[in-house]
């Protein structure tokens, strides 16, 4: 949805499509990474461990790492992988924000009450949440306010970019 080119990441039916990091150079100017989506990928137990503690190595030793979007279904109410890897983020101080995904398969009363779910599931550990983007592939809701938003990221940063 970001890059605007449908078939860029590898999307499929049954979750866990993903199986590697991938880096996609944006108008030669930043990079978007795709990272496994472990949660609901239907592989061995080992198999969820293993990408855990690569994409947990990498987000720690990711340096230039300027925020990270963490897709949330919002068809579904809180998950406990989903609020437990949010906590991960804030102890280990990785910036990011919430882009619950999939807003156009739900009606506004279901997506009102899940995202309130989850935002009332993270004050239980958060002061303070992070910033929130409800957001549709299909419709492209909430692309515009993304886009802004790396934008004025990347502006903060004004590093010329190298590769990953």
Not at 99 to 119: G, M, P
């Amino acid at each position: 949805m970001i890059a605007g080119r449908k078939s860029l990441a590898r999307i499929s039916v049954s979750p866990g499509k993903t199986q590697t990091i991938n880096h996609f150079l944006v108008n030669n100017t930043w990079y978007l990474v795709d990272l496994p989506g472990y949660g609901y990928a239907k592989v061995s137990k080992k198999m969820r461990e293993e990408w855990e503690a690569f994409i947990s190595k990498y987000l720690i030793e990711r340096s230039n790492l300027m925020c990270l979007f963490q897709l949330i279904d919002s068809r579904i109410e809180p998950q406990a992988l989903d609020v437990n890897f949010s906590n991960f983020l804030g102890k280990e101080k990785i910036p990011f924000v919430l882009a619950f995904t999939k807003s156009d398969k739900v009606t506004t009363n279901v997506l009102n009450k899940n995202i309130a779910a989850y935002r009332k599931e993270m004050l239980k550990t958060w002061e303070q949440l992070p910033r929130q983007f409800i957001t549709s592939s299909v419709d492209k809701k909430g692309r515009e306010e993304l886009l802004e938003f790396i934008q004025q990221t990347n502006l903060l940063f004004n590093r010329p970019v190298t590769n990953p």
